[in-house]
Every structure is written in C-alpha cells, then in structure tokens.
C-alpha cells in the first residue's frame, strides 16, 4: 500500500512531467482515497475502462489518455460528467500522463515500442522539445513486407503500409500515437522508414515523394506498452496488486 499523494509525487518525479509542455495535466487528475492497494492500468479513460477498473476493485487508475485536454469544452457536464460521477462516487482515483509516458527512456511507449520490436535506439528526434520520437535500427536487414508482418503480429493489428524507396529496410524512425506530422523530420534523418499510429491524407504523399516506407499501426496499438510496463514498475516499487486492462481500439 502506498500513500495516493506519494505515488503521484513518484510517477511525476520519474517521468520528469515538468520537462513537458503538453496538452494536458500530467499527474493526478482526480482524487479518490488516500491510500492506493490496487492499481489498474490503461491507455486511455474511457467509462469501458473506468467500469473494468471498478469491477476490479481499483484504487487508483493510471493512463496514457486522461482528461482536461486543452481546447476542450471545460464544463463538467455530459460524458465527462458521468466518467468523473464514476470515479468520485466510488473514490477512485485517476493520474494521467501523455507527453512524459511517450518519452521516458525505460517505460516509455516509444522505449517499449522498441523493446517489442527488436529495434536498437541511437537518438531522439521530433520538432519539440523535449523530442518524444526515437530513431535506430532493425536487428537485421528486413524486407519491407516482413517489417510489417512483425508489426501485425506483435501489435495484434495489421499497419497501412505505404511503400517507397527501397525494399529492405535497416533503419527507421518511430514515434507512438498521432505522430504522422513528425513524417518529414523522421525523413530527413536519412531512414528506410517510419512508423507511428495514425495516418493523415497528406502523409501517404509525402511517404511517396520521400522515398520513405511509411507504417500506421494503430494509435492505440502503439501505446499500450508504456502504461503497461509503468504499472509493473509501480507493483514492484510500491508493493502494490496492479492490472492492465485493455480496452481494443481499432484507430
């Protein structure tokens, strides 16, 4: 058991969240009880989530995906009411972390993205700072097809596959998420490719015109192992009982 205020205090402090400009709050977004026994983990807060959690007999909840996004309407009123009423009415507490679970070196979705893929890290890239995206190796030399065959089996979802340049690939770069935007600094590195979760119109061009396979393997996909792997990190540091729930996503 651990004390709600200090396993925030410790996921802040390891995920260094005051390093991040984000869109959101990092760190507890909603109070529950102060002592933390159990603790489930997600991607995203979703009522499908909030409800497993509860059922699972959840103290506190952590998340890639929380609440409070910047541009959002404020008003504690419809959905949103009705996921935070869950919550409060059973004192349940939720602690969000986007930009900070994305970059951490170890937990991080794009760490872990890379520890599921065999890939090896030589450096970070991405038009913020501090940069989320990372950029490195295959373990050998892989046909492009074969690339996203092992994409399909370790994501548990087939990728869009825009294919340009040349067949084989060596080296990539990688960002979980919403990051087709990163598409053109992932290019100027001089990889065979780039993989993050989603696709925009615009990007399948830009892929082409930059020789440049291109892999969307899902949003979603891309980033359950951060959450994830930070939940078995807690559970050892912590002593805690922990679950990952995972709630599919086809996006």
């Known amino acids: 058991m651990v004390d709600l205020k200090e396993l925030e205090s410790y996921c802040n402090n390891l995920l260094e969240v005051e390093r991040f400009k984000d869109y959101c709050p990092n760190g507890l977004q909603v109070e529950g009880r ?30 890639h995906h929380g609440y409070f996004w910047s541009g959002e309407d404020p008003r504690i009123v ?29 937990y991080g979705n794009n760490a872990q993205l890379a520890k599921r893929l065999g890939l090896s890290i030589e450096g970070h890239f991405g038009p913020d700072r501090p940069e989320i ?8 030399p892989t046909p492009a097809k074969e690339f996203a ?39 100027a590195l001089g990889v065979d490719a780039y993989l993050t979760g989603e696709a925009s119109e615009q990007t399948v061009h830009v892929a082409r015109e930059y020789g440049l396979h291109f892999f969307a393997a899902g949003h979603h996909a891309t980033e359950r192992d951060g959450a994830r792997a930070l939940g078995e990190h807690l559970a050892l540091e912590f002593g805690l009982e922990q679950q990952f729930i995972d709630i599919p996503n086809p996006v």
């Open 149 to 187: 065959a092992l994409l399909a089996r370790q994501l548990d979802r087939s990728p869009l596959h825009i294919a340009a340049g040349r067949d084989t690939i060596h080296s990539l770069a990688w960002c979980s998420g919403a990051a087709q935007g990163y598409i053109e600094q992932a290019a």
């Open 133 to 140: 995206g990372l950029y490195g190796r295959l373990a050998r």
């Open 78 to 106: 419809g959905m949103k009411q009705r996921r935070i009423k869950s919550l409060l009415s059973h004192e349940v507490s939720l602690l969000a972390y986007h930009l900070p679970l994305d970059a951490h070196p170890i």
């Open 34 to 63: 102060p002592d933390v026994n159990r603790l489930v983990c997600g991607v995203t807060a979703s009522q499908a989530l909030l409800d497993a959690a509860l059922d699972a007999g959840a103290d506190a909840i952590l998340v």
